[in-house]
């Protein structure tokens, strides 16, 4: 049967920032199948110039309120890599639970309220409430339990306050990182609980072999600063992140696109599994190879496993981290900054994918340059092959105009874009 | 949709009015939005509150029959301001949601550069449609404002049941320092840490100064202030006139001071 199908999604829902999804198919023949970004830029990296260095991650934090603490995070340690500040063990661990935090909250965010309701048939959460009270119970718990620890640590859940170039301005308290780390303890039921709703979900049977870019991984499962790696064998320290970038300009996006082996590579949690599988905590990597996640997956819809599979990991070793920090005598917080001439690169892993702060700084300390390389722009081309590969199997196995819009909506929500963050 | 799901509040046995609100943005992170999903506790009360008809971060489907209208981000090409005298012509309350909305918010730090320069510093020779970053009452009539960056859930809540149940809207008129002091926090100033607390209108309980961190002023000036003064007392203690300019122009809700500001440096520069 020769089919003709027409897909036209306006700022497409459920995601962060505003794209639309074109698809064309007629007698059988895929005409177009288009990922459009036309979102407005907010122009970070000229606002910053002239700035001095501590409003870097103040402002930059700005671009994403998802994502602030990852873009605080990257910004800080761009700027102490310029500065040649190395931070404390102390304020490391602090920067990592609270990182863990918000991949916590983010993912869970997005796998309970922006891709869960299309596999439970809703157009939004709003309906679950009544249908699935339990279920939206226990995402509102997880992620208030996220959001509560990076209160506690990084002193507010969105923009942090208390994170600072040099370390932090105020050390949580030891009272409350014990009550939880308790409560964490007693949230992995919840995550198994959430590991069972996943696995009634049919996801969508689809690969496309890809290449995967995250940070490498050396003796942990890395989220903040190392080298970079990709599963076509590239490997670049973090100073030579535009190596592994290249950046370029396409009409159909404000948002930059980027290339590495191939047309297109991919970022997030599904990279980060393929490339680190080994140094995820044992009970998250039991529960990924349980739902048929093992390195190299090419199914792009399986970025939704790999993020519970990370929720799993993060809560792990974030006990672990509470013991630790709860084990020791607290340590000055914070680290004098002294400004000199130089650049630095921050690379850090966010809930989207790896991210890149880059500045220039003058001898006293005010930004002359500043590049920001956000998960998303790197996933734009991977998206946007994706969906014309999607296309092209349907245009010939045949489908309705519905169904091809909700898979290709699918697939772009799960790649949990955040748009807004890509153009900034 | 919400209407179907959330349970509506009753008093006294008798139903409260749910108005119908949306929520759009323009050019914004979408944090002001995501602190009312981020506010787990009370998201459920909330949507007893209101019925939630229009939010496309959350939800597919929405429409243009609502009442109540929470606009965040602010104005930088022409398509944004199109879609913004739709949203009023529909709204018969709208709200500039956030500093982006009230001000420009960090957005409009990009307004110190000619926009051609702006274009070629990100896209190069690249064409895109950028203007200088404007509030939203630069285009359209507001109805009320929410400062904050991001906003806090607690005043937005208070705010919606104000509309509810047609109840006025105060805002303090007084600074952030009142409420840090209330709060018994030791003053940054003491510790040389600048904070524009002295002039920035409270509301937001000294969330920064509570957590060891400066204010940078991102909920606009308080009635009755004297920069002057405050900047007087920045400078006996040491910070910069830089320090001082960067934290006054950062969200844009002291664009008038700044300016000047940055005219008496300048002037000085010259000097
Ligand atoms: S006011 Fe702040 S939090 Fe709200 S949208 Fe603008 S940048 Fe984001
Ligand atoms: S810390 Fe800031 S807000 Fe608090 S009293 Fe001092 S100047 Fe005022
Ligand atoms: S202390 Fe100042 S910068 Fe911080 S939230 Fe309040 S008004 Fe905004």
């Avoid at chain 1, 001095?52 to 998802?66: E, F, L, M, Q, S």
């Avoid at chain 1, 863990?100 to 809703?122: I, K, W």
């Avoid at chain 1, 850090?348 to 003058?362: K, M, T």
């Avoid at chain 1, 819009?405 to 699918?410: C, G, N, S």
Wanted: hydrophobic fraction near 40%; include cysteine.
């Amino acid at each position: 049967m020769k089919i003709n199908c027409d897909v036209n999604v306006h700022h497409l829902s459920r995601v962060e920032g505003h794209g639309n999804i074109k698809i064309s198919i007629k007698d059988g023949q895929l005409r177009q199948a288009t990922w459009e970004v036309v979102e407005t830029p907010r122009f970070f990296e000229a606002l910053l110039v002239g700035k001095k260095w501590d409003n870097a991650p103040w402002i930059t934090g700005r671009i994403c309120g998802i994502c602030s603490i990852g873009h605080t995070l990257a910004s800080i340690r761009a700027v102490e890599n310029a500065f040649g500040i190395l931070p404390t063990d102390q304020t490391k661990k602090l920067r990592l639970l609270l990182k863990h935090m918000e991949t916590l909250q983010s993912h869970v965010l997005h796998l309970y309220f922006l891709a869960a309701p299309d596999f439970l048939n809703a157009g939004s959460v709003f309906p679950l409430i009544r249908s699935n009270p339990d279920v939206v119970a226990r995402a509102a718990h997880l992620k208030k339990l996220a959001n509560d620890i990076c209160d506690c640590v990084g002193g507010r859940r969105m923009h942090p306050t208390r994170t600072v170039v040099g370390g932090f301005t105020m050390l949580p308290d030891k009272k409350e990182l014990a009550g939880f780390r308790d409560r964490l303890s007693a949230s992995v039921a919840d995550l198994q609980a959430t590991a069972e709703l996943f696995s009634t979900f049919h996801i969508p049977d689809f690969s496309r072999e890809t290449e995967f870019v995250s940070l490498k991984g050396a003796g942990d499962y890395p989220f903040i600063g190392g080298d970079l790696v990709s599963t076509d064998g590239v490997l670049k320290k973090e100073s030579e992140y535009r190596q592994m970038t290249n950046e370029y300009m396409v009409e159909q996006s404000t948002s930059k696109w980027s290339r590495l082996s191939r047309q297109s590579f991919a970022v997030g949690a599904l990279a980060r599994v393929n490339n680190n599988f080994s140094f995820l905590h044992p009970a998250a990597q039991e529960l990924s190879a349980g739902a048929g996640l093992t390195p190299v997956n090419h199914n792009p819809y399986m970025n939704n496993i790999a993020q519970l599979v990370e929720c799993v990991h993060v809560v792990l070793d974030s006990i672990g981290l509470i013991e630790e920090l709860l084990g020791s005598e607290w340590q000055e917080p914070r680290q004098p900054v002294t400004a000199r001439a130089g650049t630095g690169v921050g690379a850090v892993e966010v809930p989207r994918g790896i991210l890149y702060h880059s500045y220039d700084f003058d001898e006293a300390g005010h930004i002359t340059k500043c590049d920001c390389i956000i998960p998303t722009s790197q996933n734009h081309a991977n998206i946007q092959h994706d969906l014309t590969a999607l296309a092209s199997k349907f245009a010939s196995e045949g489908i309705q105009d519905r169904n091809l819009e909700l898979l290709a909506e699918m697939l772009v929500r799960s790649y949990d874009p955040c748009i807004s963050c890509s153009v900034h | 949709m919400a209407g179907a799901a959330a349970e509506g509040k009753n008093f006294l046995g008798v139903p409260v009015y749910r108005p119908r609100v949306a929520f759009f943005e323009l050019s914004s992170c979408e944090g002001c939005q995501l602190q009312l999903l981020n506010n787990e506790a009370t998201l459920l009360d909330f949507l007893s509150l209101v019925e939630v008809v229009n939010f496309r971060e959350g939800m597919s489907g929405g429409t243009d029959d609502y009442e109540i209208a929470f606009v965040e981000g602010s104005v930088t090409r022409s398509d944004e301001v199109e879609r913004l005298k739709k949203i009023r012509a529909n709204a018969k309350v709208l709200v500039a949601f956030g500093s982006c909305a009230c001000f420009g918010g960090v957005n409009q730090l990009k307004n110190r550069f000619s926009p051609d320069w702006v274009k070629k510093e990100v896209y190069g020779d690249h064409p895109v449609e950028t203007s200088p970053a404007r509030p939203l009452e630069d285009f359209v009539t507001i109805d009320l404002r929410i400062f904050g960056c991001p906003v806090k859930k607690e005043e937005v809540e208070k705010i919606v049941a104000g509309i509810a149940i047609g109840t006025a809207i105060a805002y303090p008129k007084y600074p952030v320092c009142m409420e840090c002091k209330a709060n018994g926090n030791i003053c940054l100033f003491d510790v040389g840490e600048p904070c524009l607390g002295p002039v920035t209108r409270a509301g937001c309980d000294s969330w920064c100064p509570n957590n060891r961190a400066g204010c940078w002023g991102c909920r606009g000036p308080a009635d009755d202030i004297n920069i002057e003064q405050m900047i007087s007392i920045m400078d006996k203690h040491g910070f910069t006139k830089d320090t001082i300019m960067d934290r006054l122009e950062c969200f844009g809700g002291f664009a008038a001071y700044a300016g000047q500001l940055r005219e008496s440096l300048n002037a000085e520069d010259r000097g």
